[in-house]
């Protein structure tokens, strides 16, 4: 298959534009000089991988120019970055990595580094560090799913030591199921390696307004949140900060919260032309901001655990005008674009209706369900899932798809 036609199923099931391009932008525009080492390379406007559309374009800017977002994105990344480097781990795992220059920050300082998101994302950004660093041994890219223990597990031959896991930007994306799946997989890999895994996603949404009001003052804050769009409802239990701890101890981690104000540098980038008192209070804002650091409880570590299955394959034939499919393994983020592959070159103007075969299918996610709407959008009422089994089934109650997807009986 051509590679514009690969890179474009990759972003069709997992769309990472807005998302990973922002914060990379943001910190170049700051004037970061690796973040602007790594835009020149990305060149995104003009990447031949480029499939952006207008609509994205204008959803990028529009997200840069939220008051706080700057703001944000540069606290978590100095601070982040400070921590990883104060706790003295030799061995950091970045999911997802997006396009940040962090890696290049953390090989120079001979910290091993393995940069790990869609397989969109690794395309691009992969030979782009490539082309600043050279062939560095302290720095590699790999296309992971966090759902997909495997996947992640293939990157860490070379690890020895302790290990430092973090996730910026990935929690809040995540069905419950999903979720539960990364929580097994981060104790697997702390349980082989010991180390820590550290998170501010459940932070963000708080702290973006605390630094909003605090930069804006009271009144500008509050005409600013009306003109914004209501958040989303959390799509999983850890971002309700209320019951997040108990979760996290029922997974079988220990939890430390420490406030991002204790890794704040003397000087933020974007704070640089606010009145003395004013960055005073802004940095106050930030301080609501917490790292959750998660180690395994000593008590839960086990060497036992069930390997699921990772393979997959999709058979796909033509009975007159429908589409018969039989699916096995896991239909994730890394193999989601395979089946969107099948089932375009399968589909015609003459189809008119797809039937899944999913006794075989062990796990399904947001980006196998993404798949399932792309069919539904071609053949309204007419894509249906047979031999379902309980798991796969408790996933599709849990987003819906079980009211659409199966004949009424």
């Given amino acids: 298959m051509e590679e514009q036609t690969v890179y474009s199923l990759r972003h069709e099931v997992n769309p990472v534009f807005t998302t990973a391009q922002?914060?990379?932008?943001?910190?170049?525009?700051?004037g970061d000089e690796d973040s602007g080492l790594l835009v020149d390379r990305l060149d995104f406007d003009a990447n031949k991988n480029s499939?952006?559309?207008?609509?994205e374009v204008d959803l990028l800017n529009k997200v840069k120019s939220i008051p706080g977002f700057a703001e944000t994105i540069e606290a978590r990344f100095e601070c982040s970055n400070k921590l990883i480097e104060n706790l003295g781990y030799r061995f950091v795992l970045d999911i997802?990595?997006?396009?940040?220059?962090?890696?290049?920050?953390?090989?120079?300082?001979?910290?091993?580094?393995?940069?790990?998101d869609l397989p969109a994302v690794i395309d691009a950004v992969k030979p782009a560090a490539k082309g600043i660093i050279g062939g560095s041994g302290s720095i590699s890219y790999h296309e992971v799913d966090a759902t997909n223990y495997d996947s992640i597990r293939r990157c860490l031959d070379d690890v020895r030591g302790g290990l430092l896991i973090t996730t910026?930007?990935?929690?809040?994306?995540?069905?419950q199921s999903e979720l539960?799946?990364?929580?097994?997989?981060?104790?697997?890999?702390?349980?082989?390696?010991?180390g820590v895994w550290i998170t501010t996603d459940n932070m963000i949404i708080s702290s973006q307004q605390a630094i909003m009001a605090a930069s804006m003052g009271e009144e500008a804050y509050k005409e600013a949140v009306c003109n914004l769009p209501d958040p989303p409802p959390p799509l999983n239990l850890f971002l309700d900060v209320d019951k997040a701890p108990e979760f996290i101890d029922r997974m079988g981690f220990e939890l430390e919260r420490v406030s991002i104000g204790e890794y704040m540098p003397d000087e933020l980038l974007t704070l640089k032309d606010l009145p003395e008192d004013k960055k005073r209070e802004v940095k106050k804002a930030m301080g609501v901001m917490e790292f959750w650091m998660m180690k395994v409880k000593p008590d839960s570590v086990s060497g036992s655990y069930t390997r699921r299955a990772t393979n997959f394959s999709a058979d796909c034939k033509r009975e007159n005008d429908r589409l018969l499919f039989r699916l096995s393994g896991r239909i994730d983020t890394i193999t989601s674009p395979d089946l969107l592959s099948v089932y375009r070159e399968a589909d015609d103007k003459s189809i008119r209706t797809v039937r899944m075969d999913m006794k075989d299918v062990s796990y399904i996610s947001s980006a196998g369900l993404r798949v399932l709407m792309i069919m539904l959008g071609d053949h309204p009422d007419n894509v249906k899932l047979d031999n379902v089994n309980e798991d796969i089934m408790e996933i599709l109650r849990t987003t819906g798809f079980d009211s659409i997807l199966f004949d009424e009986e």
Avoid: H, Q, W
């Avoid at 922002?22 to 700051?30: F, Q, T």
């Avoid at 499939?51 to 609509?55: G, L, V, Y």
């Avoid at 997802?96 to 790990?116: E, F, H, M, N, V």
């Fill in 22 to 30: 922002s914060c990379v932008r943001v910190m170049a525009g700051l």
């Fill in 51 to 55: 499939t952006a559309t207008t609509d």
């Fill in 96 to 116: 997802p990595c997006g396009y940040t220059s962090r890696g290049l920050k953390l090989a120079r300082k001979d910290i091993r580094y393995y940069g790990c």
């Fill in 168 to 175: 910026e930007g990935l929690l809040m994306y995540m069905t």
């Fill in 180 to 194: 539960e799946e990364i929580f097994v997989n981060m104790k697997r890999l702390l349980t082989e390696f010991g």
